[in-house]
Antibody
Framework: EVQLVESGGGLVQPGGSLRLSCAAS????????MTWVRQAPGKGLEWVAN????????YYVDSVKGRFTISRDNDKNSLYLRMNSLGADDTAVYYC??????????????????WGQGTTVTVSS | DIQMTQSPSSLSASVGDRVTITCRAS??????LNWYQQKQGKAPKLLIY???ILQSGVPSRFSGGGSGTEFTLTISSLQPEDFATYYC??????????FGQGTNLEIK
């Protein structure tokens, strides 16, 4: 079964740090881009960051650049998100997501096709 | 950055109704547009990619259309399990994705 399981969420004080982990199983992890998406309480989805198969390319939403670092360990089938200088606006459920390329009519369409159950990060004093 | 705008933000409909949700992109994204369904307390689920290609296992009452900057998600005959929040997402911008704000589909 294809599965993503996040861990590492919790309550952290403003200005603090946290490291999220995501364990992948049921597919060849090293062949996929991976993404973090977050959802603040009662709000919509926000793409946070993604990372290429071997980790050579990483992209971030502007609001987390310089504070968050996405990384992966393909030997451990794991994805990570290191979060520093956390603020109240970072309070959210964080989802680990597989980014798959679907080939059709000569084009590769990328879509977020496998989602973890999410881990909750609460930034509060 | 590419901004995605959905309309309406919320929608009330009845079982059996045909409903359409619109998503507009701030720039031409060709057909690099995906749709997701999210039920309360659950992770989102991919419905459609490439603007109109149904993900495996998704019922045929769901369909997507459009290209460039305007896209639609249509549910031809609403079923009770379809009441959820729907999001569009562009995958055109060099893998720096963005989502629409969501459309909450409620039972009338």
């Amino acid at each position: 079964e294809v599965q993503l399981v996040e861990s590492g969420g919790g309550l952290v004080q403003p200005g603090g740090s946290l490291r999220l982990s995501c364990a992948a199983s049921g597919f060849i992890f090293s062949r996929y881009w991976m993404t973090w998406v977050r959802q603040a309480p009662g709000k919509g989805l926000e793409w946070v960051a993604n990372i290429k198969h071997e980790g050579s390319e990483k992209y971030y939403v502007d609001s987390v650049k310089g504070r968050f670092t996405i990384s992966r360990d393909n030997d451990k089938n794991s994805l990570y998100l290191r979060m520093n200088s956390l603020g109240a606006d970072d309070t959210a459920v964080y989802y680990c997501v597989r980014d798959s390329g679907y080939y059709s009519l000569g084009y590769n369409y990328y879509a977020l096709d496998v989602w973890g159950q999410g881990t909750t990060v609460t930034v509060s004093s | 950055d590419i901004q995605m705008t959905q309309s309406p933000s919320s929608l009330s409909a009845s079982v059996g109704d045909r409903v359409t949700i619109t998503c507009r992109a701030s720039h031409n994204i060709r057909d690099f547009l995906n749709w997701y369904q999210q039920k309360q307390g659950k992770a989102p689920k991919l419905l459609i990619y490439g603007a109109s290609i149904l993900q495996s296992g998704v019922p045929s009452r769901f369909s997507g259309g459009g290209s460039g900057t305007e896209f639609t998600l249509t549910i031809s005959s609403l079923q009770p399990e379809d009441f959820a929040t729907y999001y569009c997402q562009q995958s055109h911008s060099s893998l720096m994705y963005s989502f629409g704000q969501g459309t909450n589909l409620e039972i009338k």
